[in-house]
């Protein structure tokens, strides 16, 4: 069974702080990633993706990938309140699948 | 803009009814998803469907069924609801190829 872990927090940054957001993945032969952010009552929004080691950054954001550590990670640097909401981790394995399997999701709150 | 539009955001129903949850995508996308969402459980594949008239069985599809008769449409029915059918409803769909998978706003199922 393919999974996908993440820190189900809460997790408490100060505003302008950076918030770090870990998620780690099973399957060794995973080959893309994603991040889903999920305001309360709302459906999830895609953030950023990546499929290639290394930092990739969009904004305010970067997200993180080391596949020889099966770990992808998302920075946001000055966290905003608006910020706050949960975060998922989606990762798709390999074997052309469009399937994806999903962390249970980070939920972060930004304090004024 | 990847437009996915679940047809009602709100629905009640009762345990034995037949209820039907229809999506439509607006980017003649290859792939469509359908997922419920529980508290603590996270997002769960039902179904999903890679072209018209193509299904497969996601992680939790009893109780369930899908009819894609159109590229754009994919719906799920619920043959006889249950009260444990109680849940965030949500539609995906993706091009393929990698991309990410985009979301509809939900429809949020109570059966009575």
């Known amino acids: 069974q393919k999974e996908v872990e993440q820190n189900s927090g809460p997790l408490s940054v100060p505003e302008g702080a950076i918030a770090s957001l870990n998620c780690t993945y099973s399957?060794?032969?995973?080959?893309?990633f994603f991040w889903y952010r999920q305001y309360s009552g709302k459906s999830p929004e895609l953030i950023m993706f990546?499929?290639?080691?290394g930092d990739k950054e969009d904004g305010r954001f970067t997200a993180q990938l080391n596949k020889a550590s099966q770990y992808v990670s998302l920075l946001i640097r000055d966290s905003q309140p608006s910020d706050s909401a949960t975060y998922l981790c989606?990762?798709?394995?390999?074997?052309?699948?469009?399937?994806?399997?999903f962390g249970k999701g980070t939920k972060l709150t930004v304090n004024p | 803009d990847v437009k996915v539009t679940q047809s009602s955001r709100y629905l009640v129903k009762r345990t034995g009814e037949k209820v039907f949850l229809e999506c439509v995508q607006d980017?003649?996308?290859?792939?469509m998803f359908w997922y419920r969402q529980d508290p603590g459980l996270g997002l769960r594949l039902i179904y999903f469907s890679y072209d018209v008239k193509m299904k497969e069985k996601g992680d939790i599809p009893e109780g369930y069924s899908v009819s894609r008769e159109k590229k754009e449409r994919f719906s799920l029915i619920l043959e006889s609801a249950s009260t444990n059918q109680t849940s965030m409803y949500l539609c995906?769909?993706?091009?393929?190829?990698?991309?990410?998978?985009?979301f509809g706003d939900g429809t949020r199922l109570s059966i009575l």
């Open positions: 399957d060794r032969g995973s080959q893309s």
């Open positions: 990546i499929y290639s080691n």
């Open positions: 980017m003649d996308h290859e792939n």
């Open positions: 995906a769909s993706s091009p393929g190829g990698s991309q990410p998978q985009h």
């Open positions: 989606a990762v798709r394995a390999q074997g052309g699948s469009e399937k994806l399997v």
